[in-house]
């Protein structure tokens, strides 16, 4: 599918997509055997901008528009499911402070941050307070010259390598999501940051994720806007996160998809290309189908933003669609390989592996359905 973009845009979706085939693509599969942070690519991701590609031009970011951001993602997890991972956490990171930051902490952090100098981590999930983050209990106690912050936080992507995380912690216990404020956090520079070993995780086993006990203090100057708009600014950096979850889910559907067609054209039984059995040519319409759906339902959300309307339940419609769908499609593709696409000789386990979180990150299928419900019944 072509997505509506510049053709400046084209030039660079074709750069990104060329790295990811060359560069991101052979070196996959050994992430994922040695759960190899994903940061080894961050060096070669900010020499080509990549780490800000969400980021206006004012911030050192590309500025890609919502098209073309899910193309790239699209792109990178199709190759890579963990390094897209990686990313798409900094995205959350930097996307927080430019929908939630005032223009002083902006420009503190985010050119950094676009370079690729900086990494960053997006810390709302709680032991206790996942699908429904205002149960945090973080607290964040303002002190003479800033506030003290006490809490853990639990599967935080990049929190590892990060040089920032905006973590949100209340300010006001009593007022509910109200009471959430969302500060800046320099890990590496902050006493008080106990960050334990990534987890053991499933898939994506290059995009690592950590526990975190926080008892530090930040300056007053490192909150995002007023106290109180923590939670709206989550909010909104979700519905553009679903975006990009999206994007990670068709991606990493395609390549499944792609490899599927291959092997049915190549695979021969009873003298016959499996291709030519209806069965499986089916299944292949099947899920060549779910992906167009799945992204003209991204693409809709994408344009949606970009015309300032709120588009929450775009966002959950693309988000919902896509990691349900991806799952279907990388399951027919492992079925169409038979007995050796259950070996690790192939990436097609891994791509199913990959793909599962999609179904529970940046809220769950069950959150999704309720986003949307709640839309339809307001
Ligand atoms: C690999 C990975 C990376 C992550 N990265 C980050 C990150 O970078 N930053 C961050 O802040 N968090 C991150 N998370 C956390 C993730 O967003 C949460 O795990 C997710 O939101 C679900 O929360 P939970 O695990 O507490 O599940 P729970 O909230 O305990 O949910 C358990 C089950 O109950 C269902 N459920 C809950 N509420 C409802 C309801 N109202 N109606 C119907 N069903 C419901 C859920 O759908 C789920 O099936 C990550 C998690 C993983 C595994």
């Not at 070669?44 to 901008?49: D, F, I, L, Q, W």
């Not at 992507?157 to 006001?172: H, I």
């Not at 530090?216 to 007023?226: D, M, Q, S």
């Amino acid at each position: 599918m072509s997505y509506p973009m510049s053709d400046d845009e084209r030039a660079v979706i074709d750069q990104i997509e060329r790295f990811a085939a060359e560069v991101l693509a052979p070196q996959a599969a050994r992430i994922d055997e040695d759960s190899l942070f994903a940061t080894v690519h961050l060096p070669a991701m900010a020499e080509m901008g990549l780490m800000g590609m969400n980021l206006p031009e004012e911030y050192g970011g590309i500025g890609l528009s919502g098209p073309a951001l899910y193309a790239a993602v699209e792109a990178i997890a199709g190759a890579c499911g963990s390094t897209a991972s990686m990313l798409t956490a900094h995205f959350l990171a930097t996307d927080s402070l430019l929908l939630g930051a005032d223009d002083a902490l902006k420009e503190r952090f985010l050119p950094d941050a676009a370079a690729g100098k900086s990494l960053g981590a997006f810390a709302l999930t709680e032991p206790q307070a996942g699908s429904n983050p205002a149960d945090m209990s973080s607290f964040a106690t303002a002190d003479q010259d800033g506030y003290r912050i006490k809490g853990s936080k639990c599967f935080i992507s990049n929190a590892g390598a990060a040089d920032f995380m905006v973590v949100y912690a209340k300010t006001d216990r009593d007022a509910g999501a109200r009471g959430v404020s969302a500060f800046v956090v320099e890990p590496k520079k902050t006493n008080g940051v106990d960050i334990a070993p990534n987890e053991r995780t499933m898939g994506l086993k290059g995009g690592h994720v950590f526990g975190i006990t926080l008892d530090c203090h930040v300056p007053a100057e490192n909150r995002l806007g007023a106290e109180g708009t923590g939670f709206k600014t989550a909010m909104k950096v979700l519905d553009n996160g679903r975006i990009e979850v999206a994007a990670q889910a068709t991606g990493i559907a395609a390549a499944a998809q792609n490899a599927a067609i291959s092997y049915a054209k190549e695979r021969m039984v009873g003298g016959h290309p499996i291709a030519d059995f209806q069965g499986l040519q089916w299944m292949l319409a099947d899920s060549a189908t779910e992906l167009a759906a799945a992204r003209a339902l991204a693409m809709q959300a994408a344009v949606k933003r970009g015309s300032g309307q709120r588009y929450s339940s775009e966002s959950a419609f693309a988000k919902l669609y896509a990691s349900e769908a991806a799952w279907r499609i990388a399951d027919r593709a492992l079925q169409i390989h038979g007995g050796y696409g259950y070996t690790r000789d192939f990436p097609l386990e891994r791509y199913l592996r990959d793909l599962r979180i999609f179904r529970i990150y940046e809220g769950s299928s069950e959150i999704q359905r309720t986003i949307i419900a709640r839309g339809l019944l307001a």
